[in-house]
């Protein structure tokens, strides 16, 4: 009900307060604070007392988290001859950026083990109160824009949900820890030359190397060594995920877990989805068109 209103408001102005003090009155009641912490209630469990907090967060550091993951994607750039004949053309090289970022949030506690017993199918598919959350959200977004655009309710800023609680807020107020991995001068887009990435950022993976004692049938000794690796992600754009998935999928026959890749799990990045809509303009009014308009 409040979208349609929300539409109609592009020329309100300093005459029309009655309109805007109504509207604004709609979402306000829409998007009261006790509904969307009673929203978020079901599935986030903020603490409650910072000194319990503080003491979980409280870890030796021997147990510290350093985790991380990999991104990469391509960087391409055209060399533009000055004076061009017929063998002396634009030139295009395309490389490989990469880089690393620390995890932010604490998976020191987390296990790797599967859980017994059957999975709940209502924490799989979409229920009331995922419908219920998406639209609370949705309203924080709109009064965000109401705020920032409309003259008439800059006097409501104090009382607008600038950041939608979840469970890791905290965590992810801090600034990201990135470290540069270089360019590397190969073409992602060629299998052989994304083996050879591959490899290079397989370095980074952490590994432990074990050598074991084999008896064979004959009864000669040998000494096998065997690495022990913790699976690491690599991040992309789904043709940079294609490309590393088809180099894991090629080295399936090799030996060692090394030349097989085994330490990589690949996953998709979206930052071309968020680069995309900065692009639109300003954030709030890109958000509005994309899902009212």
């Not at 634009?90 to 970022?101: D, G, I, K, M, P």
């Not at 309710?153 to 950041?163: D, M, Y």
């Not at 080295?251 to 085994?262: D, G, I, M, P």
């Amino acid at each position: 009900m409040y979208i349609t209103q929300i539409q109609n408001c592009e020329h309100i102005t300093s005459d029309d307060m009655l309109t805007a003090v109504d509207l604004l009155q709609v979402v306000t009641e829409t998007i009261d604070e006790e509904e969307i912490e009673t929203a978020l209630t079901n599935t986030v469990s903020m603490p409650e007392d910072d000194e319990e907090n503080d003491s979980e967060d409280e870890i030796d550091e021997d147990d510290a988290w350093v985790g991380f993951k990999l991104v990469g994607d391509n960087f391409d750039k055209n060399f533009r001859r000055t004076y061009q004949r017929m063998d002396y053309q634009t030139v295009s090289r395309h490389y490989f950026h990469c880089y690393a970022v620390r995890d932010r949030v604490n998976l020191n506690r987390a296990s790797d083990s599967l859980r017994d017993g059957v999975i709940d199918i209502q924490q799989l598919l979409p229920c009331d109160n995922d419908d219920l959350k998406m639209r609370k959200n949705f309203s924080v977004l709109i009064t965000r824009i109401l705020v920032k655009n409309f003259e008439p309710f800059k006097n409501q800023e104090h009382s607008v949900v600038w950041h939608i609680p979840h469970k890791y807020s905290k965590e992810m107020e801090r600034k990201s820890e990135i470290v540069p991995l270089g360019v590397e001068l190969k073409d992602e887009n060629k299998l052989a030359e994304m083996c050879e990435i591959m490899d290079s950022m397989h370095k980074y993976v952490p590994t432990v190397t074990e050598d074991r004692s084999v008896t064979l049938p004959n009864g000669e000794c040998i000494t096998m060594r065997e690495s022990r690796m913790w699976t690491t992600l690599f991040g992309g754009d789904q043709l940079t995920i294609a490309r590393a998935r088809g180099a894991i999928d090629i080295r399936y026959s090799h030996y060692t877990a090394e030349e097989k890749l085994q330490g990589f799990l690949p996953v998709v990045e979206d930052w071309h989805a968020r680069m995309t809509l900065m692009k639109v303009g300003n954030l709030e009014q890109a958000v509005f068109k994309r899902f009212w308009h």
